[in-house]
T-cell receptor, first 113, second 114 residues
Framework: GAGVSQSPSNKVTEKGKDVELRCDPISGHTALYWYRQSLGQGLEFLIYFQGNSAPDKSGLPSDRFSAERTGGSVSTLTIQRTQQEDSAVYLC???????????FGPGTRLTVL | GDSVTQMEGPVTLSEEAFLTINCTYTATGYPSLFWYVQYPGEGLQLLLKATKADDKGSNKGFEATYRKETTSFHLEKGSVQVSDSAVYFCALSDRVQGAQKLVFGQGTRLTINP
């Protein structure tokens, strides 16, 4: 079946604008993760969803960042009032129940001008 | 908190050379350990993993052994190929409350010359 997909693949925005990044996990995967890959910080965890439980938001860098997961499937990461330091590749991963592997999407490259 | 430190790159080798990329970790409890690879223009892929001490993960000729006494998970390959050129990430999985969030090292860029 299809892997994790993300859209858009590239996004260029102006400082201060809001952006939405989308992730379609592998069908049936209950766990969904967002990570950020940037030159200065490497790969860092942002947020985790598991089924209908409250998400683990411990990695979100500021209150400008939020995410939701609708119907236990698609997830949207929203960044409000973008700043230049938000420029990074945003990666989504999903995992089936249990101690399974996390499968990563191709990422969305965000550039804030 | 948990952390992963891996050998800084870039690393450049000739084809058929022996490869070692060092990785050490700091964690409470007993995490699972992983090596992920990112080929040019592609997403992160799991290369191998080990879930408990003394386990050896292996895939595509790569191996890594979970060493609890030295808190290490070094990646090795006996004879590298040009197609192994990629960025390699060591990671651990925080299993607190079953979240299994990944904590990554900084990544090591490997270039293999023919």
């Amino acid at each position: 079946g299809a892997g994790v997909s993300q859209s858009p693949s590239n996004k260029v925005t102006e400082k201060g604008k809001d952006v939405e990044l989308r992730c379609d996990p592998i069908s049936g995967h209950t766990a969904l993760y967002w990570y950020r890959q940037s030159l200065g910080q490497g790969l860092e965890f942002l947020i985790y969803f598991q089924g209908n439980s409250a998400p683990d938001k411990s990695g979100l860098p500021s209150d400008r960042f939020s995410a939701e997961r609708t119907g236990g499937s698609v997830s949207t990461l929203t960044i409000q009032r973008t700043q230049q330091e938000d420029s990074a590749v945003y990666l989504c991963a999903s995992r089936s129940t249990g101690a399974g592997e996390q499968f990563f999407g191709p990422g969305t490259r965000l550039t804030v001008l | 908190g948990d952390s992963v430190t891996q050998m800084e790159g870039p690393v450049t080798l000739s084809e058929e050379a022996f490869l070692t990329i060092n990785c050490t970790y700091t964690a409470t409890g007993y995490p699972s350990l992983f090596w992920y690879v990112q080929y040019p223009g592609e997403g992160l892929q799991l290369l191998l993993k080990a879930t408990k001490a003394d386990d050896k993960g292996s895939n595509k000729g790569f191996e890594a052994t979970y060493r609890k006494e030295t808190t290490s998970f070094h990646l090795e390959k006996g004879s590298v190929q040009v197609s192994d050129s990629a960025v390699y990430f060591c990671a651990l999985s925080d299993r607190v409350q079953g979240a299994q969030k990944l904590v990554f090292g900084q990544g090591t860029r490997l270039t293999i010359n023919p």
